[in-house]
């Protein structure tokens, strides 16, 4: 089977920073499978989803999607490219003023006539999935509420929710449970996983709990100062394999 995404020798190096956030990565993502990132805080987890995103300009490398590379497409086809990967964030990164079922059409913008979405004017057929994906996500009493009235599990369901409703390839999630308790989280990941599986969507999850990571994921990738120091399927990963990961250098 060829790799839906395949990452090339990716590096970043910020301005006035004499190190590489992220160097040399070299990584291929299946369809369906759940990638999950670990490392320690500052190894370059959050670099390398932005990078496949477009939302950071790798400094060198390629990435291919569906044997692809992405260097080589006009703007319009990286725009669309963009839209096959959904982006969930650790803050949730919604617009706490707007409904929650406006939340979720935000995920169309690219997608979507700009004029018409400037004003709000989503189709009835949008509208009818963004409230299928809701319903589907526990959500259904919460479409017209604003989304800060909601929990942090709430937001980061509409978070989820946003992502879906692209009919992403790939998603891409940034320590998407840090900041909630771990039944919530759980749940979280569990709706995460199954939703994915589902619709044959790859994940590529960063996680600061290692017990979750081994739960939840195909493959584990361990990540040290910018490097790959780790790939294995997650049944194969061991205490040795996370010393490594977590070594100090």
């Given at each position: 089977?060829?790799?839906?995404?395949?990452?090339?020798?990716?590096?970043?190096?910020?301005?006035?920073?004499?190190?590489?956030?992220?160097?040399?990565?070299?990584?291929d993502?299946?369809p369906?499978?759940?990638?999950?990132?670990?490392?320690?805080?500052?190894?370059?987890?959050?670099?390398?989803?932005?990078?496949?995103?477009?939302?950071?300009?790798?400094?060198?490398?390629?990435?291919?999607?569906?044997?692809?590379?992405?260097?080589?497409?006009?703007?319009?086809?990286?725009?669309?490219?963009?839209?096959?990967?959904?982006?969930?964030?650790?803050?949730?990164?919604?617009?706490?003023?707007?409904?929650?079922?406006?939340?979720?059409?935000?995920?169309?913008?690219?997608q979507?006539?700009?004029?018409?979405?400037?004003?709000?004017?989503?189709?009835?057929?949008?509208?009818?999935?963004?409230?299928?994906?809701l319903?589907?996500?526990?959500?259904?009493?919460?479409?017209?509420?604003?989304?800060?009235?909601?929990?942090?599990?709430?937001?980061?369901?509409v978070?989820?929710?946003?992502?879906?409703?692209?009919?992403?390839?790939?998603?891409?999630?940034?320590?998407?449970?840090?900041?909630?308790?771990?039944?919530?989280?759980?749940?979280?990941?569990?709706d995460?996983?199954?939703?994915?599986?589902?619709?044959?969507?790859?994940?590529?999850?960063?996680?600061?709990?290692?017990?979750?990571?081994?739960?939840?994921?195909?493959?584990?990738?361990?990540?040290?100062?910018?490097?790959?120091?780790?790939?294995?399927?997650?049944?194969?990963?061991?205490?040795?394999?996370?010393?490594?990961?977590?070594?100090?250098?």
């Open positions: 089977m060829k790799p839906l995404l395949k990452i090339e020798n990716i590096s970043k190096k910020y301005p006035n920073s004499k190190k590489y956030a992220l160097f040399n990565f070299d990584l993502i299946f369906s499978e759940i990638i999950a990132i670990v490392g320690k805080s500052g190894s370059g987890k959050s670099t390398f989803l932005r990078c496949v995103n477009g939302l950071t300009e790798a400094s060198n490398g390629n990435i291919y999607f569906k044997q692809r590379n992405t260097k080589s497409m006009s703007s319009k086809e990286y725009r669309k490219y963009r839209t096959n990967i959904g982006f969930i964030f650790q803050n949730y990164n919604l617009q706490d003023r707007i409904s929650v079922l406006d939340n979720v059409l935000t995920g169309l913008l690219g979507r006539n700009p004029l018409m979405t400037t004003f709000g004017l989503w189709s009835k057929q949008d509208k009818e999935k963004a409230k299928s994906i319903f589907e996500m526990g959500l259904s009493q919460h479409v017209q509420k604003r989304a800060d009235q909601l929990s942090g599990g709430e937001k980061q369901r978070s989820i929710a946003r992502a879906l409703i692209q009919d992403p390839k790939i998603i891409l999630a940034d320590e998407p449970v840090a900041s909630l308790d771990p039944p919530t989280a759980k749940k979280i990941l569990d995460l996983k199954t939703k994915c599986k589902k619709r044959k969507i790859a994940v590529v999850i960063n996680l600061h709990d290692i017990e979750m990571a081994l739960k939840y994921s195909d493959r584990i990738i361990g990540l040290r100062n910018g490097e790959k120091v780790w790939d294995s399927p997650s049944s194969e990963a061991t205490k040795e394999s996370f010393k490594q990961i977590y070594q100090k250098t």
